[in-house]
Nanobody, 123 residues
Framework: VQLQASGGGLVQPGGSLRLSCIVS????????VGWFRQAPGKERETVSC????????YYADFVEGRFILSRDIAKNTVYLQMNSLKTEDPAVYYC?????????????????WGQGTQVTVSS
């Protein structure tokens, strides 16, 4: 299984970015996928996760309705639409995936990780 994240960049506060993650290698579509981020000096944290077994999506409290996780199954791609970006959102954003339904808040349970894409929010 391989994941390739892209879409990061520099945006002004209040702006938007859409991150993409191409997931390859699973033999079925019911895998779980998530977005995580790590800012300098901080631990990696969960942003949003989709459960392939339940179809539910988890969002961290700090998202506050600003981000949307979506999937395009035909393209094997997961997106994170980020709106109303704040100065506290800059980080390297990672996508991860797992064949089962790992706890969104336990990063050690997620088996497959992409390389990360940098998001910078600055005026």
């Amino acid at each position: 299984v391989q994941l390739q994240a892209s879409g990061g960049g520099l945006v002004q506060p209040g702006g938007s970015l859409r991150l993409s993650c191409i997931v390859s290698g699973f033999t079925s579509d019911d895998y779980s996928v998530g977005w995580f981020r790590q800012a300098p000096g901080k631990e990696r944290e969960t942003v949003s996760c989709f459960s392939g077994s339940t179809g539910s999506t988890y969002y961290a409290d700090f998202v506050e309705g600003r981000f949307i996780l979506s999937r395009d199954i035909a393209k094997n791609t997961v997106y994170l639409q980020m709106n109303s970006l704040k100065t506290e959102d800059p980080a390297v954003y990672y996508c991860a995936s797992d064949r089962w339904n790992p706890d969104p808040l336990d990063l050690s349970l997620w088996d497959y990780w992409g390389q990360g894409t940098q998001v910078t929010v600055s005026s």
